[in-house]
């Protein structure tokens, strides 16, 4: 082919690659092509996280005025419109005793994506080591190849019927080279909540060899039996080496809007804006006053969020287990990983993209999550932020596999 080209000319088509060396590994998410599938066979989507009903009518009503009044519509301030950074800071001072300068320890960011996204592009060198806890959120990979890093997962494994950190392993997976952990608690896709046992453990390497890290806590208010979710920043010596990351698309039902943020100390917060202004400079203008009413809302409306979706988690676990699944009952997020084994399966890839034509649900393979594919080989992850009745329905389908 190269000969042709030099013989005839220079080609109108470029020659090289086109997609850098960084990202080439990455094709189309897990969730674009499963969410296809959906559409295109009619089945139930319980694939990408994404809830079917919207969130509270006041708070859409919010981002309607929002519109109308002009407040938003045009470019909103770098950090994000001070109401709703005010309402941030609230927010982790009222749920964790956690005290943010809304001025100079706030972001509003375009979800909590570009939070991670711009967090490690601006605190990762070329060739600097994240530590990630495997099976990771795929935005994680992608972004820290984005930043030169070099990821090292630290895997979670099935124990007591939950997957585990080992302490040990993590320990030992810390280098001279190491930055930074990226973590994910309650963890998208196993819906394990770190302890605080764990957590006083991770905050002990962190202070002891010195890293940042970056946690990712957008599944926050969705805890379940009697778990805590327990911000790493409230351990000793933690609130400024710790960039902490949430979300209102998860917490408030409005994936659409990306409302994110970051809290962390001033230089910190300073650093992830150097990077963030110019990934999207700013996003969601009018939603981010609408986000700022949302935070303001009564305990009860978290609490009525978290105990309706622990039944949905208890409905279609169950409806799992009679199915034949070997089920992981999450204590937090709105996932729950499954063994496909016990239903004389062992490729999650094979089995969901044949899942719509045998049963007519869609989900997803957790094998995408990790550098070592084999390890998630026989996991499944099923979303429950569905409405009751799409959930029974899916459970009845399920039950056909047996
Ligand atoms: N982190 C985790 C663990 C997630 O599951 C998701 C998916 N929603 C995100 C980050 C991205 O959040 P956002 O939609 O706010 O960008
Ligand atoms: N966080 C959602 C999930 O894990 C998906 C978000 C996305 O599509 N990027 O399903």
Redesign the pocket.
Known sequence: MAAMTSTSGPSSVPSRPLLNRRLAEFGT?I??EM?ALAVRTGALNL????PDTDGPDAVREAAVRALRDGRGNQYPPGPGVPELRTAIAAHQERRYGLSFDPDTEVLVTAGA?EAIAASLLALVEPGDEVIALEPY???YAASIAMAGGTRVPVTLRPRDGAFRLDLDELRDAVTPRTRLLLLNTPH??TGTVLTRAELAEIARIAVARDLLVVTDE?YEHLVFDGAEHIPLATFPGMRDRTVTISSA??TFSF?GWKVGWVTASAPLTTAVRSAKQFLTYVASGPFQYAIAEALALPDAYFEDFRTGMEAKRDLLAKGLADAGFGVYRPSGTY?ITTDIRPLGADDGFAFCRALPSRAGVVA?PNAVFYDHRAEGAPYV?F?FCKREEVLRDAVTRLARLG
């Open positions: 998410t969730f674009a969410s694939g990408q996280g994404f994506t959120y795929d935005s998208n896709p957008v698309g998860k994936t996932f997803i992850r979303a």
